[in-house]
């Protein structure tokens, strides 16, 4: 297993929004955890990247319990979290918006073959390279985040509903890159209200609903279930 979380919870003041999740993810696999508004899906993904603490519960990362870890030490353990909404610097180009996730890296000349594996990735953001962030398209701006995460050379990335807002072309665009990222060597956990792409992309999912794990099966299954289909397929 390289991560697995272990009976977590989480509250926002008296508000419960984790109760009690487990489950795991193994190395080289696409996971998605589906579900409808406010479920629990961004804050589980907080809670992995050390955003938002856990009131109690663990998660282990690759051996090692990184649920009191900082959110900086989390990225340099191999965890990189693209937010929901994207969250690019606006104001700055391209470049520098990927040279901001590499921050914590020394390395020049990895950092170097990593800008040029983001731009094969993304050919549009190498055309784009010294073009303002603010001034991208949605869908670009979704390839930059991405390219982003990737910056900080990621073992697990942690993707928060990448299709939000993006025409159907472009997030069918964006879900064939992440399956690529994917055969490269990252493992993948994908949050999605788009459930029918997401299970079309993952190898297993698990279906959160009121902050606990509902339903959970290797994707293709879940695609044909009678019970998923009717509540998150739209039938
Ligand atoms: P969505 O798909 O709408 O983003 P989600 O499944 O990602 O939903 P979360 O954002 O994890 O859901 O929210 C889970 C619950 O926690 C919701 O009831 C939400 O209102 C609550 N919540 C989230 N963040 C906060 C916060 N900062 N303060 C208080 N309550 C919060």
Not at 1 to 28: T, W
Not at 73 to 89: A, C
Not at 106 to 134: C, H, M, T
Request: without cysteine; neutral net charge.
């Amino acid at each position: 297993m390289m991560i697995e979380l272990i009976n977590v919870n989480v509250y926002y003041g008296i508000i419960h929004a984790l109760k009690g999740i487990s489950f795991h993810i193994d190395e080289g696999e696409i996971v998605t955890i589906i579900g409808a508004n406010g479920a629990g899906k961004t804050t589980t993904l907080k809670a992995i990247s050390g955003i938002q603490r856990i009131k109690s519960g663990s998660i282990m990362f690759n051996g090692k319990d990184i649920s009191k870890s900082s959110a900086t030490d989390i990225v340099g353990l191999g965890i990189s979290h693209v937010p929901e909404g994207r969250r690019i610097f606006s104001n700055m180009t391209v470049m520098e918006n990927l040279e901001m996730g590499a921050f914590l890296r020394k390395d020049k000349a990895e950092i170097k073959k990593d800008f040029n594996k983001v731009f094969e990735l993304f050919p549009r953001l190498l055309e784009r390279k010294n073009q303002l962030a603010g001034t991208l398209s949605g869908g670009e701006q979704q390839m930059l985040a991405i390219g982003r995460g990737l910056m900080s050379k990621p073992k697990l990335l942690l993707l928060d509903e990448p299709s939000m807002g993006l025409a159907p072309i472009v997030v069918k665009e964006i879900f064939e890159i992440i399956k690529d990222i994917n055969k490269e060597g990252t493992t993948i956990l994908l949050v999605e209200q788009n459930a029918n792409m997401a299970l079309q992309t993952a190898d297993r999912a698990y279906i959160i609903r009121n902050g606990e794990i509902d339903i959970e099966g290797r994707a293709e299954d879940l695609l044909k279930d009678e019970t998923v289909r009717k509540a998150y397929l739209g039938g």
